[in-house]
Nanobody, 121 residues
Framework: QVQPIESGGGLVQAGGSLRLSCAAS????????MGWFRQAPGKKREFVAA????????LYSDSVKGRFTISRGNAKNTAYLQMNSLKPEETAVYYC??????????????WGQGTQVTVSS
Protein backbone atom coordinates (compact mmCIF):
# COMPACT_ATOMS: atom_id res chain seq x y z
CA GLN A 1 0.00 0.00 0.00
CA VAL A 2 1.24 3.47 -0.93
CA GLN A 3 -0.13 6.60 0.71
CA PRO A 4 0.76 9.97 -0.81
CA ILE A 5 0.37 13.04 1.41
CA GLU A 6 0.45 16.51 -0.14
CA SER A 7 1.52 19.76 1.47
CA GLY A 8 2.50 23.26 0.46
CA GLY A 9 -0.76 24.62 -0.88
CA GLY A 10 -2.01 28.06 0.02
CA LEU A 11 -2.96 31.49 -1.24
CA VAL A 12 -0.73 33.30 -3.71
CA GLN A 13 -1.12 36.30 -5.95
CA ALA A 14 -1.20 35.95 -9.70
CA GLY A 15 2.34 35.71 -11.03
CA GLY A 16 3.60 34.22 -7.80
CA SER A 17 5.09 30.85 -7.01
CA LEU A 18 4.33 27.87 -4.80
CA ARG A 19 6.08 24.59 -4.20
CA LEU A 20 3.98 21.55 -3.49
CA SER A 21 5.41 18.50 -1.79
CA CYS A 22 4.20 14.91 -1.80
CA ALA A 23 5.53 12.44 0.72
CA ALA A 24 4.61 8.88 -0.14
CA SER A 25 4.84 6.06 2.35
CA UNK A 26 5.03 2.40 1.43
CA UNK A 27 7.74 -0.13 0.84
CA UNK A 28 7.41 -0.17 -2.97
CA UNK A 29 6.77 3.51 -3.57
CA UNK A 30 10.10 4.04 -5.32
CA UNK A 31 9.02 1.76 -8.17
CA UNK A 32 6.06 3.97 -9.07
CA UNK A 33 5.79 7.03 -11.24
CA MET A 34 4.53 10.11 -9.41
CA GLY A 35 1.98 12.43 -10.91
CA TRP A 36 0.24 15.69 -10.10
CA PHE A 37 -3.35 16.42 -11.05
CA ARG A 38 -5.68 19.28 -10.23
CA GLN A 39 -9.40 19.77 -10.01
CA ALA A 40 -11.19 23.10 -9.97
CA PRO A 41 -14.77 23.40 -8.71
CA GLY A 42 -17.23 22.07 -11.25
CA LYS A 43 -14.48 20.77 -13.53
CA LYS A 44 -12.94 17.42 -14.27
CA ARG A 45 -9.67 16.37 -12.71
CA GLU A 46 -6.88 17.22 -15.12
CA PHE A 47 -3.31 16.10 -15.56
CA VAL A 48 -0.56 18.54 -14.62
CA ALA A 49 2.78 16.70 -14.55
CA ALA A 50 4.36 13.29 -14.07
CA UNK A 51 7.78 11.88 -13.32
CA UNK A 52 8.89 8.31 -13.90
CA UNK A 53 10.26 6.15 -11.10
CA UNK A 54 13.91 6.99 -11.78
CA UNK A 55 13.32 10.69 -12.29
CA UNK A 56 14.78 10.58 -15.79
CA UNK A 57 11.59 11.39 -17.72
CA UNK A 58 8.93 14.01 -17.25
CA LEU A 59 5.54 14.78 -18.76
CA TYR A 60 3.72 18.11 -18.57
CA SER A 61 0.38 19.39 -19.73
CA ASP A 62 0.71 22.06 -22.39
CA SER A 63 -0.85 24.64 -20.09
CA VAL A 64 1.93 24.40 -17.49
CA LYS A 65 4.94 23.59 -19.65
CA GLY A 66 7.74 26.06 -19.02
CA ARG A 67 6.24 27.28 -15.73
CA PHE A 68 5.92 24.15 -13.59
CA THR A 69 8.67 21.70 -12.72
CA ILE A 70 8.18 18.25 -11.25
CA SER A 71 11.03 16.63 -9.39
CA ARG A 72 11.75 13.79 -7.03
CA GLY A 73 13.72 13.74 -3.80
CA ASN A 74 16.92 11.74 -3.48
CA ALA A 75 15.12 9.06 -1.50
CA LYS A 76 12.59 8.75 -4.35
CA ASN A 77 9.64 8.70 -1.94
CA THR A 78 9.05 12.45 -2.19
CA ALA A 79 7.86 14.41 -5.19
CA TYR A 80 7.73 18.15 -5.68
CA LEU A 81 5.86 20.47 -7.98
CA GLN A 82 7.42 23.91 -8.36
CA MET A 83 4.79 26.24 -9.76
CA ASN A 84 5.83 29.63 -11.15
CA SER A 85 3.89 32.43 -12.81
CA LEU A 86 0.63 31.15 -11.38
CA LYS A 87 -2.65 32.27 -12.90
CA PRO A 88 -6.05 32.74 -11.21
CA GLU A 89 -7.57 30.03 -13.39
CA GLU A 90 -5.14 27.56 -11.82
CA THR A 91 -6.97 27.76 -8.54
CA ALA A 92 -7.80 24.16 -7.71
CA VAL A 93 -7.20 21.27 -5.40
CA TYR A 94 -3.92 19.68 -6.39
CA TYR A 95 -3.53 15.92 -5.98
CA CYS A 96 -0.45 13.76 -5.86
CA UNK A 97 -0.71 10.22 -7.18
CA UNK A 98 1.47 7.15 -7.58
CA UNK A 99 1.12 4.70 -10.44
CA UNK A 100 2.04 4.35 -14.08
CA UNK A 101 3.98 6.97 -16.05
CA UNK A 102 0.94 8.26 -17.94
CA UNK A 103 -1.18 11.40 -18.24
CA UNK A 104 -4.52 9.79 -17.44
CA UNK A 105 -5.89 9.58 -13.92
CA UNK A 106 -6.89 5.98 -14.45
CA UNK A 107 -3.26 4.97 -14.60
CA UNK A 108 -2.64 5.92 -10.99
CA UNK A 109 -3.57 3.57 -8.19
CA UNK A 110 -2.82 5.68 -5.14
CA TRP A 111 -4.02 9.20 -4.44
CA GLY A 112 -3.49 11.79 -1.76
CA GLN A 113 -6.23 13.86 -0.18
CA GLY A 114 -5.26 16.97 -2.09
CA THR A 115 -4.01 20.42 -1.16
CA GLN A 116 -5.80 23.67 -2.03
CA VAL A 117 -4.04 26.22 -4.21
CA THR A 118 -5.75 29.58 -4.56
CA VAL A 119 -4.39 32.20 -6.95
CA SER A 120 -5.80 35.67 -6.45
CA SER A 121 -6.01 38.21 -9.24
Amino acid sequence: QVQPIESGGGLVQAGGSLRLSCAASGRTVTSYAMGWFRQAPGKKREFVAALNWSGSNRLYSDSVKGRFTISRGNAKNTAYLQMNSLKPEETAVYYCAAGLFVTTAGGYDYWGQGTQVTVSS
